[in-house]
């Protein structure tokens, strides 16, 4: 609460009691089930609110006492479907639930105080002595708090002086956390264990890969280190500690749902108009000026002193050293029907606005073939690199043999300077026994052309060019998407789409011809 200390003061902090109320802040034990959320395009998590959802128990222990009774579930997720929630272990069970949404913020401050009465408390600087004033607010648009005193209206923190707001009482209606209200009911005091079971919005996961290219055969054929990171996202203003944590693979059959209403809160972010002319104000007021750029390093001068010089071999030696993770604990993998479960081994405590990663995948020495594609479809006329891409066999002879959750992917190449990054990609649900592709990226070696060689009525000739510049040989497959004239040796349909598969040698090149049909309506 220290940055609501700082703006506002508080004339009373005795919020208007309720009879009989239990309040419950913290729970004993959780339990949370993360479910992927839909990600177009391999799209990352959205660290501002994830996409997904989650399945939260908790577990508290509570005296209710004799009689009807309000009990508070304090700090459940800020996402919470409310309509979810089913509560187990009450005497008589539930009457009636409630989600109290508003949260005790500045921001909840000033909208529950919205067409009421404050206090503005002004210092003067020269003098340091306080005045204060009675104002309404107005209106709080995002931005400003607009006041009406007796001189007029106003904005917050806009007078050049220090200043703050006083509020009569916190509102009742204002909770310090998310909260769920159950009304329920007791013939006489007891002390019970009771279980709150609820869906939540503003959680994700994704799985995050890590391969390392360790080996590339002249045949095209080598090894990849393969790591996956289970990466677990939490957008909510509330942690989960010591949780007992799984994620959900698949797409689990689930009825549409109305948007669950945030919880209200926040700092207010206020603005001024400064005090210059109209031409003389930038246009993004929020612009922060990028710091200066760091010094640049001073030379090394060789002056015969006894400083140590790291040489580049020695630097190479160092960055040779092993880089792939090491998994000290790995999710297991579970079936639930036809869906995938990862469960971390121990609680892990996911943190409010975080993520939480966990390895869930460790295949060293996976087989991968080298390969280069194109689509004849979307090149144009000049020479145009062409896509680097590794193919594997998810089963257990290829060093797979696992499902493998979409996700991000880094690829990394061995140098003599350590692994280097050669590209990012995006992979999908993979399945046992699919094939596994993964674009690395273009390669400026192996190069692409098509081109026209003539046209008639009913047909096209086009020629497509295939130069490699490596010292090795390499296999290529160009997508030739079309209705072709005549039959090819050189091309084979994979997919159903005829595919030109060959190994060119290095420093060589090789051509193929084709016909495409015509037909003219």
């Not at 913020?105 to 408390?121: C, H, N």
Request: aromatic share 6%.
């Amino acid at each position: 609460m220290r940055g609501l200390v700082a703006l506002f003061v508080l004339a009373s902090a005795t919020p208007i009691a309720a009879q009989q109320v239990v309040v419950s802040e913290e729970p004993e034990a959780v339990s949370l089930t993360v479910y992927r959320g839909e990600k177009y395009g391999g799209q990352p998590i959205d660290p501002n609110w994830p996409a997904g959802y989650a399945l939260v128990t908790e577990t508290r222990t509570l005296s209710i006492p004799a009689g009807e009774s309000v009990v508070r579930f304090e700090g459940v997720a800020e996402g919470m479907f409310p309509e979810s929630a089913i509560v187990t272990g009450l005497p008589k069970g539930v009457k009636e639930k409630n989600r109290d949404a508003r949260l005790l913020s500045p921001l909840g401050l000033v909208d529950a105080y919205l067409k009421r009465q404050v206090t503005i408390i002004r210092t003067d600087r020269a003098t340091g002595k306080t005045r204060e004033y009675t104002a309404m607010i107005t209106s709080a648009p995002g931005g400003a708090v607009i006041l009406q005193t007796g001189d007029g209206y106003e904005a917050l923190h806009c007078t050049g002086l220090p200043e703050r707001m006083a509020f009569s009482q916190v509102p009742s209606n204002l909770s310090a956390k998310p909260t769920l209200s159950v009304v329920t009911q007791s013939d006489k005091p007891v002390s019970v264990k009771v279980t709150l079971t609820y869906m939540a919005a503003g959680f994700d996961w994704e799985a995050n890969y890590i391969a390392q290219i360790q080996d590339r055969g002249k045949d095209g054929k080598g090894k990849v280190d393969l790591f996956a990171w289970l990466t677990l996202a939490n957008g909510g203003n509330q942690s989960f500690i010591n949780a007992n944590t799984m994620a959900i693979a698949g797409k689990p059959n689930r009825e549409g749902s109305g948007v669950p209403v945030k919880p209200t809160g926040g700092g207010l972010q206020l603005k001024c108009w400064p005090n210059q002319r109209t031409h003389e104000v930038p246009y993004n007021l929020g612009y922060i000026p990028p710091p200066p750029p760091p010094p640049v390093p001073v030379a090394y001068l060789d002056d015969g002193s006894d400083s140590i010089i790291v040489t580049a071999q020695r630097m190479r030696g160092e960055a040779q050293a092993s880089f792939s993770p090491v998994a000290l604990v790995v999710a297991e993998q579970e079936d639930l029907g036809d869906l995938k479960l990862y469960r971390i081994p121990e609680p892990v405590t996911v943190n409010a606005k975080g993520q939480k990663q966990v390895a869930m995948l460790v295949k060293p020495g996976a087989t991968f073939a080298h390969y280069y594609a194109a689509s004849v479809q979307n090149y144009a006329l000049q020479s145009t690199p062409m896509t680097l891409m590794l193919r594997g066999k998810n089963t257990v002879e290829k060093g797979l043999g696992l499902p493998m959750p979409q996700g991000q992917m880094m690829i990394f190449e061995s140098s003599e300077f350590g692994p280097l990054l050669a590209g990012e990609s995006s992979l999908e649900d993979r399945t046992l026994g699919e094939d596994v592709e993964i674009a690395v990226g273009s390669s400026s070696e192996v190069r692409i052309q098509v081109k026209p060689q003539s046209e008639k009525a009913d047909n096209q000739r086009w020629e497509v060019k295939i130069t490699n510049a490596r010292s090795s040989p390499v296999n290529i497959e160009v997508e030739v998407p079309y209705e072709l004239r005549g039959k090819s040796a050189a091309l084979t349909k994979i997919d159903g789409v005829p595919t030109w598969k060959a190994t060119i040698a290095g420093n060589d090149s090789a051509t193929l011809v084709y016909t495409i049909k015509l037909r003219r309506d």
